[in-house]
Nanobody, 124 residues
Framework: QVQLVESGGGLVQAGGSLRLSCVAS????????MGWFRQAPGKEREFVAA????????YYADSQKGRFTISRDKAKNTVYLQMNSLKPEDTAVYYC?????????????????WGQGTQVTVSS
């Protein structure tokens, strides 16, 4: 069973930065994808970014390209989401999710395991 634990959320002013972390445990990770999603109040959970666990290839939602960077540290079983130039519309609960397939997807229903989420609030 995979466990995912996010951290690093908080309150930040517009234009600021945050780095989210997601620590994975419960099994040995080889292939697959780790993704970040977010859900704002009253909205559907949306894809933010994903990274190949083995090769490190990255994929982003068009709206986050250039501001957000996903990375991973295989030795620490940790995935990061560096968020820069934050905007109030980035306010949401951010979730990491694991997908047991060797190709990426933005479809949240294709991810197998989820963390509990971490709140990010960007003030104007």
């Amino acid at each position: 069973q995979v466990q995912l634990v996010e951290s690093g959320g908080g309150l930040v002013q517009a234009g600021g930065s945050l780095r989210l972390s997601c620590v994975a445990s419960g099994r040995t990770f080889s292939s697959g994808y780790m993704g970040w999603f977010r859900q704002a109040p009253g909205k559907e959970r949306e894809f933010v970014a994903a990274i190949s666990w083995s090769g490190g290839s990255t994929y982003y939602a068009d709206s986050q390209k250039g501001r957000f960077t996903i990375s991973r540290d295989k030795a620490k079983n940790t995935v990061y989401l560096q968020m820069n130039s934050l905007k109030p519309e980035d306010t949401a609960v951010y979730y990491c999710a694991w997908r047991d397939r060797s190709w990426p997807t933005k479809d949240r229903n294709q991810y197998d395991y989820w963390g509990q989420g971490t709140q990010v609030t960007v003030s104007s």
